[in-house]
């Protein structure tokens, strides 16, 4: 292995080291720099994002108002929803698709990388945008937007404020990002395999990337599509989402659908991939039920097209709709079970240890579990009439995200750090940053549950005074959690720039399989210049 | 490089793709600021005069940036430093790029059949909407094309059998040549190639001429403009977009006509040539469906 990964001896004047200083990272074509730039810039905006969640829990600690206006509060959710979602959970996949998927396929880089380096580079152009429109709200200069991630017509169009047209041009530049990154992942997958590496020969994380980028390709010039109706509507008289004009407030609804629920889904996969990695690793066992689980990936991104009207249960549609959606979303659940199942049957038995990957691991698919029941719940239409829009819905997202989503890609970070520095994280440290992580995600999102149930709504600085006692604790909670992650913030300080910890070896972990443990820990700047062959 | 079949081609570094993500920060923080500075909506009003020239310096410096990516593109194409692999890389690129596309008007279509299909018929007291027509719009009669909107906004529909069908036989035709012209390219026919790009060029163009004259007389004639209800307002973002993706693509097969009169494009060598056609009979295809469910039904 180690030949090929270092066969730096032919004359192509492409194969030197890095570049020197700061164009390095401008310029970078090299698929571990642009990953390495993408999972940096994720964890850059998980802080911002957390840090206007702090500031969100803070205000709702008490009943009342104390520290912002409703206004500015309702500009923090946006914000801070608009940031984790597109800034901090879909780039740090795509950072881990990118660090990853060439080493996993024996491929030399991507297969794109000038439009990679394009991709990455959109990301801090369109979140400056968001940015400066809630630092010039900060200084009271001008409002940011207001109208929750989810931009609803007519909140966005008629009663936006300026800062709308900015959000929209910045979510263009979002969209042709994900685009050209999930194009450029397909065609690597296609076209870059080593021989003899089959598609089901592929790692999971590569399968689930696959159909994800899919996803992406599918419904993020939708999104553009539902942004640029909402310029026409505002500024060149169009009236898309305007019943006076024969148009309709609720197409909004469903165009953003369409394209929200693949969404969720594009939040997730991943995730799944990066967990069948990890359980059969700790567990010693290869992964239970691979063909299933492929085709389990396939299924759900099949079915997310057509279940976005879940979201709308409460906006008149006819009674057959309603019922088509819920009979459809609970059919999700089904290969969602079918992966539960596989990642459970796949510890059964095993010969486990209980590394921080693996712990973050254990802890998604219970937490993520958790959070596909309430969305069971959810999925039952009269049943939606009352949760809709309450703290149910929150808890139920945040379950899914943030136990899910953000700890599997914490769970990757651990998994592949040895491999990408050559060094081991503090053992120490990690685990603390673990169980703090653990308990505080679940003070913080658990009681969520029943103050929803109870019909606290969502989106409102203020609430009625018997849900204050709960509040108290999930802001705890809150801030807890929020505290934790700067563990980890301290932890891959201390291994990539401090060059603190232990070397490890080539294998890093005594049960990984796969491509990448055959190169050396830190994999050599360049890989796999000639394709190995998997038998 | 010589390409050994086991040896992969990296690209070099290139400072053109960070150049092009700041170029379109300034081009749309521009275009947002320039939009506010001209909406007559009253939503919301900017004072500033900056809008115009930003948006401007955004277009020119992101051109320049697809000039000089391009440029260096081709240079690297003409030195055969394209390997077998990554041409095939770029088609499939391009095919799911285009893809992307397909949704982007899937998303226009979309709309357009929610709105006939179910808003009109709701707005004038069909179905579960019913109250809407009772309380608001009590007077509004469904139709489609929706001649007078429920707040009263008149306007004339655009008829399918004159200048459409025009565009229609332009359009078509011009698939036609332009596939003739790429047996000619495969074949190392360069008099036959160049002759059916020219006259792909022209019907191209006169396409995008039609479309204007189409506009005009809809702006003034048929009292037809964005403004005038849904009806408006999905006919002008379909076609709109549509003329937009037309002239993007007569642009690029006028850069192969000229790298063709430059010796440029081989029978072994020429996937810019596939991708421009590709993406050509993609419009077409829009146009179609446009012509079918836009003007004619
Ligand atoms: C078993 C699988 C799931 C089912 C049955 C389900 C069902 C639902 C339903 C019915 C709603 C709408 C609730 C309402 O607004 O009244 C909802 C909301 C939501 N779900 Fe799920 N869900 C599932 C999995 C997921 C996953 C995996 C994610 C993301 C990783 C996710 C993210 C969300 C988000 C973000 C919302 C709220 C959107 C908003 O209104 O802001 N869900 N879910
Ligand atoms: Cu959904």
């Known amino acids: ?535 | 490089m010589a390409t050994k079949p086991t040896q992969y081609y990296v690209p070099d570094a290139s400072p053109w793709p960070v150049i092009t993500a700041a170029a379109l920060f300034i081009l749309f923080y521009g275009a947002a600021s320039f939009i506010q500075q001209e909406s007559g909506s009253g939503i919301v009003q900017n004072e500033g005069t900056y809008g115009k020239p930003m948006f401007m310096i955004g277009v020119l410096a992101v051109l320049a940036m697809m000039f000089f990516w391009f440029r260096d593109t081709i240079k690297e194409s003409l030195a055969h430093k394209n390997s077998n692999q990554m041409d095939v890389s770029y088609r499939m690129g391009m095919l799911w790029f285009i893809f992307s596309e397909v949704m982007f008007f899937g998303a226009f279509f979309g709309a357009l059949f929610y709105v006939r299909l179910l808003v009109i018929p709701w707005l004038g007291g069909a179905g579960e909407e019913a109250m809407t027509h009772e309380l608001l719009w009590p007077s509004f009669q469904p139709m489609w094309p929706l001649e007078i909107t429920p707040s009263g906004e008149t306007t004339q529909a655009m008829p399918a059998w004159g200048l459409p069908l025009i565009n229609t036989i332009l359009l078509v035709t011009s698939s036609v040549t332009l596939t003739i012209a790429h047996h000619a390219l495969i074949n190392n026919e360069r008099g036959k190639l160049k002759l059916n790009l020219f006259l792909t060029l022209v019907l191209g163009f006169s396409f995008l001429a039609l479309q204007i004259e189409e506009y005009i007389h809809a702006y003034r004639d048929l009292g037809l403009t964005l403004g005038s209800g849904i009806y408006g307002s999905t006919f002008f973002m379909l076609t709109g977009f549509h003329g937009m993706h037309v002239t993007i693509g007569a642009i690029m097969l006028t850069v192969m006509f000229f790298r063709i009169l430059k010796g440029h494009l081989t029978p072994s060598n020429h996937f810019a040539f596939e991708a421009a056609a590709w993406y050509w009979h993609f419009v077409d295809v829009v146009w179609i469906f446009l012509f079918i469910c836009v003007y004619w039904l």
């Open chain 1, 1 to 535: 292995m180690s030949e090929h990964a270092l066969d730096h001896h032919h004359d192509d004047h492409a194969h030197h080291g890095p570049a020197k200083g700061i164009k390095r990272w401008l310029f970078a074509t090299n698929h571990k720099d642009i990953g390495a730039m993408y999972l940096w810039f994720s964890f850059i905006m998980f802080l911002t994002g957390g840090a206007l969640a702090m500031l969100i829990r803070a205000e709702l600690m008490y009943p009342g108002l104390q520290l912002v206006d409703p206004n500015f509060f309702n500009q923090l959710t946006t914000t801070h929803g608009l940031i984790m979602v597109f800034g901090a959970v879909m780039p740090a996949f795509v950072g881990l698709a990118n660090y990853m998927i060439p080493l996993m396929l024996g491929a030399p880089d991507m297969a794109l990388p000038r439009l990679n380096n394009w991709s990455f580079w959109l990301l801090p152009a369109a979140f400056s945008m968001l940015i400066i429109a809630i630092i010039k709200s900060f200084l009271g200069i001008a409002d940011a937007p207001n109208f929750g991630w989810t931009f609803y017509a007519p909140l966005s169009t008629k009663f936006g404020p300026a800062s709308t047209d900015f959000f929209i041009f910045s979510v263009h530049m979002m969209g042709i990002s994900s685009i050209m990154g999930a194009v450029n992942v397909i065609v690597t997958i296609f076209n870059l395999r080593a021989p003899g590496m089959t598609l089901m020969k592929m790692p999971l994380f590569v399968w689930t990337w696959l159909i994800t980028a899919f996803l992406l390709i599918a419904v993020m010039p939708v999104l553009a599509g539902v942004v640029t109706m909402m310029l026409t509507d505002r500024h060149f008289g169009t009236s898309f989402f305007d019943a006076a004009g024969g148009g309709d407030p609720v197409l909004f609804q469903h165009v953003f659908w369409f394209f929200g629920h693949p969404e969720v889904y594009i939040m997730i996969l991943p995730a799944f991939g990066i967990v069948s990695a990890i359980i059969p690793t700790f567990a010693r066992k290869p992964l239970f039920g691979y063909a299933s689980m492929v085709y389990a990936t396939a299924s759900i991104a099949f079915l997310s097209f057509v279940v976005w009207a879940h979201h709308m249960f409460t906006v008149g549609l006819p009674l057959a709709g309603n019922l088509f959606y819920m009979y459809m979303t609970m059919l999700i659940a089904v290969p969602t079970g079918v992966k539960v199942f596989n990642w459970v049957a796949t510890m059964w038995r095993g010969a486990m240890t209980f590394e921080v990957p693996m712990l973050f691991s254990i802890a998604f698919v219970i937490l993520f579990t958790i959070g596909g029941f309430s969305g069971l719940m959810l999925a039952i239409t009269p049943v939606d009439q009352q949760y809709h829009d309450t703290y149910f819905v929150v808890a139920h997202f945040h379950y899914v995200l943030v136990s899910g989503a953000i700890f599997s890609i914490i769970a990757g970070v651990y998994y592949w750090l040895p491999k990408w520095t050559g060094r081991m994280y503090n053992e120490f440290w990690a685990k603390f940053h673990f169980w703090n992580s653990l308990l505080s995600v679940n003070l913080l999102f658990f009681p969520m549950h029943f103050v929803g149930l109870a019909g606290m709504p969502r989106r409102y600085s203020d609430y009625a005074l018997q849900f204050a006692d709960f509040n108290w604790w999930i802001s705890i909670g809150g801030f807890w959690f929020g505290v934790s992650q700067l563990i980890l913030l301290g932890i891959l300080i201390q291994v990539c720039f401090r060059k603190k910890g232990a070397p490890v070896s080539d294998q890093v972990w005594e049960g990984a399989e796969g491509l990448e443990w055959t190169l050396p820990s830190p994999a050599p700047y360049h890989t796999f210049s000639t394709p190995p062959i998997v038998k």
